[in-house]
Nanobody
């Protein structure tokens, strides 16, 4: 039973960096061949994939967010984190961490966190 839990501040000021952490239990983020992702959903909009970090620490980002996005991990804590810099109110969204299915292109994400709302406002 894999469980993911997002944590971090629910309010971030414009121009600052949004930082969130996903704590994983029931599975190791270093176990091949799992990949761990961040997804967000702005109010009234659909899900937007942000990026992933692989079991080996390799990262891949959405082309639209790559310049502002960084995903990292702390293997000792079995956590991976998201940093989104230079935020604006348009970055207000529910942020989810999730694990990719081994056949993600067919099944998408197989485990999700509950999501956490981050509001960007002064």
């Amino acid at each position: 039973q894999v469980q993911l839990q997002e944590s971090g501040p629910g309010l971030v000021k414009p121009s600052q960096t949004l930082s969130l952490t996903c704590t994983v239990s029931g599975g190791s983020i270093t176990t091949a061949y799992y990949t761990w992702s961040w997804v967000r959903q702005p109010p009234g909009k659909g899900l937007e994939w942000m990026g992933v970090i692989g079991y080996d620490g390799s990262t891949y980002y959405s082309s639209s967010l790559k310049s502002r996005t960084s995903i990292s991990r702390d293997t000792s804590k079995n956590q991976f984190s998201l940093q989104l810099s230079s935020v604006t109110p348009e970055d207000t969204a529910v942020y989810y961490c999730a694990r990719l299915s081994s056949r993600w292109y067919i099944y998408g994400m197989d485990y999700w966190g509950k999501g956490t709302l981050v509001t960007v406002s002064s």
